[in-house]
């Protein structure tokens, strides 16, 4: 299970204990959570360099593989390339390629665009200002200034972007992979393009939040016709992060997949 941007592992606390007796891992790709970070620039790894490393290491020969956000495009791009290892893979509320139906959230488009970066720069170097815009790309998502203790904003989010007594901040990891995503958008068209999606021989289930204003139903189905054998679970009263607002209704869909 895979993390996006700007978040962490914490993101499959409330549905990996329903998945047992399956067996789970959920890993903070470097630079984020509690992975390591970087000693100078240019030692970051890119995302999926990291996940090879995990599956390898844990000499993980086949696994269902969950790509959420931002690690979608990584989840796809090594199952197309690695198919024996990958039986079935399961997208959340994610995107491949550009779209009609993709609407990037202000904050990463923002960090995105080489042009606006003295502008990135100058907000990440004020902490106010910083939380200034986390709160309001919070009030987007979530529609409510009020953020719970133990909601998905305070345990997932926020870490990443304040560093504290035993955890160092992400930016370094999320300006990196924020900054190649209008690239890595463009090779992923080139991708669609080649055929390599609709010719696999991929099962690919994608649960989708309701309410994701965001990454939502329309930019999945647009993502599930680029697949030959696909399917969409919509689930009600969900954000962009269902595994977190409906853990029992992903956890049985996810179940529900072949072992």
Known sequence: ??????????????????????????????????????????????TGEDLIAVL???????????????????AIEYAVEHPARVPQLVLLDTFFGHAPALRLPEMIRLFADHELAPLADAIVADPAQLLWLLNYTARRFFGTDELPPDGIAVTSILPQFFADGETPDALTAFRAWTGSLFAGLDEQDARIASGQLETADLPVTLIVGDDDAYLGPDLARHVADLFAKSDITIVPDASHWPQWDQPDVVADHLLALPT
Do not use: C, K, N, W
């Not at 969950?66 to 690690?71: K, L, N, R």
């Open 56 to 74: 390898d290491s844990l000499a993980l020969d086949e696994v269902v593989l969950v790509g959420h956000d931002a690690s979608g495009p990584v």
């Open 1 to 46: 299970m895979m993390h996006g941007f700007p978040d962490d592992h914490h993101i499959y606390d409330r549905v990996a204990p329903l998945l047992s007796p399956r067996r789970v891992i959920a890993f903070d790709f470097f630079g984020y959570g509690r992975s390591g970070r970087a000693a100078r620039a240019g030692e970051q790894t890119t």
